[in-house]
């Protein structure tokens, strides 16, 4: 029997998407983390937070360092070694390479050794780029992967983004930027912290130095979405060991009733989950600066995504995103 070429390669595609989609099967079964990092020693916190989050053998970690396209790299025999060799195993010194190699030096001091496991390098094209995406996968007895990713986008929030499509992942870790900008000028020109926390699909942690402070303070306003966010970052805190203390603000004395029910209904929740609360606390006074005020005191402050488009926000405004950028802590943004 003679098959056409069309034939053979509508085949290969359908066995590739199904590989594909086995693959993503697999990964929706195990807690995964992107610790995003920039070149930096404060980001690296991004790595510490992971480690202490994947405490469990079902946990995935995954570090990402995004490089711009043809950095500095269209040079003779060096564009040419690259293209044949993976950079994380060919001993290039270059500054994504030293991070991400960094970053193992810290899981390794957070208790997460992968020196003795099996490794695999793997190189893929992208973007014409003489290097092209790189990653060494690291796999223990037990199935739990640790990835270095190198990878090459024309910017690096589009570069993250692109990575959780090839995930899926749980949650993305990034450091804190050095700069914000206001909600009309992040309409206009957003920061990659405030691209990727509003366009990602999964939930998004914006790590702080906090990590020598304790507890979760976990926000609800009684909602059904704020409820299913109290449900998974109290799993989270869990995981952890972190105590947890769960808030409400009311805007107005009227409302502080609502608020003290919302605490309660969470407390609830959770006690059916056999998720012990350390307490409640309810404000009365504007959200967002009630919530960062008391917020400073614990290693992460939990706020819900409401779901809005960056016009809805400029609209009307946004809770979450405005503890996101004025918190004087870590701030895990859950949707």
């Not at 060494?136 to 990713?149: A, C, T």
């Not at 690096?156 to 700069?179: F, H, T």
């Not at 059904?224 to 952890?240: F, G, H, K, T, Y």
């Not at 769960?246 to 609830?268: C, K, T």
Request: aromatic letters at 4%.
């Amino acid at each position: 029997m003679v098959f056409s070429r069309s034939t053979l390669s509508d085949r290969q595609e359908a066995a590739v998407q199904k590989t594909l989609q086995n693959l993503r099967a697999q990964r929706r079964s195990r807690f995964r983390l992107l610790a995003c990092i920039d070149g930096s020693e404060e980001a690296l916190v991004t790595v510490r937070f992971a480690a202490r989050f994947a405490a469990q053998e079902s946990c995935d970690l995954i570090v990402l360092f995004v490089r711009p396209i043809d950095s500095g790299l269209q040079s003779g025999g060096l564009q040419v070694r690259l293209a044949r060799e993976n950079m994380l195993e060919a001993g290039i010194d270059l500054p994504g390479v030293r991070h991400l190699k960094r970053a193992l030096e810290i899981l390794k001091d957070e208790g997460i050794d992968v020196s003795g496991w099996p490794k695999e390098a793997q190189r893929s094209e992208a973007w014409g780029d003489p290097a092209g995406d790189n990653k060494l996968e690291f796999r223990s007895p037990l199935g739990r992967v640790v990835v270095l990713k190198l990878k090459t986008a024309p910017d690096v929030a589009n570069g993250i983004l692109d990575q959780y499509e090839l995930g899926p992942y749980n949650l993305i870790i990034m450091g804190e930027p050095s700069r914000w900008s206001n909600e009309v000028m992040a309409f206009f020109r957003p920061g990659v912290v405030q691209t990727v926390t509003t366009m990602a699909p999964c939930s998004v942690l914006v790590a702080r130095d906090s990590l020598s402070k304790q507890g979760f303070l976990i926000c609800t306003d009684g909602s059904s979405r704020s409820m299913q966010a109290v449900r998974r970052a109290a799993v989270l805190a869990s995981v952890a060991g972190e105590p947890i203390t769960l808030l409400s603000v009311a805007d107005s004395e009227a409302g502080q009733p609502a608020a003290e029910e919302a605490v309660a209904n969470a407390r609830a929740l959770l006690r059916a989950m056999k998720i012990e609360v350390a307490e409640t606390r309810v404000a009365v006074g504007r959200p967002a600066e009630e919530i960062v005020e008391i917020g400073s005191l614990y290693r992460v402050i939990v706020v819900t995504d409401e779901g809005g488009t960056r016009l809805q926000r400029l609209i009307r405004g946004s809770t979450a995103t405005e503890v996101v950028r004025k918190a004087r802590t870590s701030v895990l943004d859950v949707r």
